[in-house]
């Protein structure tokens, strides 16, 4: 990666990463958001610069993101479902708004089995390697919002555990239809791979995805998972709203 390139990376914002989560509850529009002065008035700290500043950091964040897709995190946060659920979505969107995040990620922990170790000084390296300006505030950055997303878990003064998640079928269907389906329609499977949401989730393996989809339509969640004239497929059964009002009603 040049430095050009790097420079054209947003540094990442504070995490914030349980107000966000009561900020996504609370409002009702995408446009509120990205809104910093209504998020300011939603936060509960005492000083109301460091509301500003959160608030700033917070609605720069949802600015990196699709309308769309924030509307439908809304929805998503409306509807009865468990907070866990909501947190795995926002962990995927998190990674999609912070992408030094989401490189950090994918090139140091992804690869390595949950439960094993890490030494703070990988991340440090690479850091120093990849993103030499700024690279201390920068390596401090990345580890609070690796900590924070639950991708990282501290284990003394150097080093860390990767963390693993379970029960991630559902978030997986969510996630797929509120990025890649929110109108009912097919989907090569080669798509999805190539998508990085999957592995933002916490899905180590592209196989137990492919279990996933096989579920879901055992469930009657999605229409067809299918491999026709040598393609991989799958073929969702309802809109963002139906799969929702589903859920809602279960």
């Known amino acids: 990666m040049t430095n050009l390139q790097v420079q054209e990376i947003p540094f990442p914002q504070e995490p914030l990463w349980k107000e966000t989560l009561q900020i996504i509850s609370k409002t009702g529009s995408a446009a509120s958001l990205k809104d910093a002065k209504v998020i300011e008035k939603m936060l509960h700290f005492n000083s109301q610069e460091t509301r500003k500043r959160y608030g700033n950091a917070i609605a720069t964040r949802f600015e990196r993101l699709d309308s769309q897709v924030l509307d439908g995190l809304i929805d998503l946060a409306h509807t009865k479902i468990p907070v866990t659920t909501l947190e795995n979505i926002w962990r995927i969107l ?71 998640f379970a029960n991630l079928e559902e978030s997986l269907i969510l996630s797929t239809h509120l990025l890649l389906a929110q109108l009912q329609r097919t989907i090569k499977i080669s798509a999805i791979e190539a998508n990085n949401y999957w592995k933002f989730l916490g899905y180590r393996k592209f196989d137990h995805v492919r279990i996933g989809f096989r579920s879901a339509e055992a469930k009657g969640l999605i229409m067809r ?6 393609l991989e497929q799958i073929t969702t059964r309802y809109s963002w709203k139906d799969l929702l009002s589903r859920i809602h009603e279960r």
Not at 225 to 230: E, F, L, R, S, W
């Open 94 to 164: 998190f990674c999609i708004a912070e992408p030094l995040v989401a490189q950090v990620y994918l090139d140091m922990i992804w690869p390595r089995e949950p439960g094993s170790d890490m030494q703070r000084n990988e991340i440090r390296s690479y850091t120093e390697s990849a993103f030499p300006q700024q690279s201390e505030k920068l390596y401090e950055r990345l580890m609070t919002c690796l900590k924070n997303a639950g991708y990282l878990m501290p284990q003394g003064k150097q080093q860390l555990i990767i963390v693993g």
């Open 225 to 230: 998972y299918a491999i026709a004239d040598h």
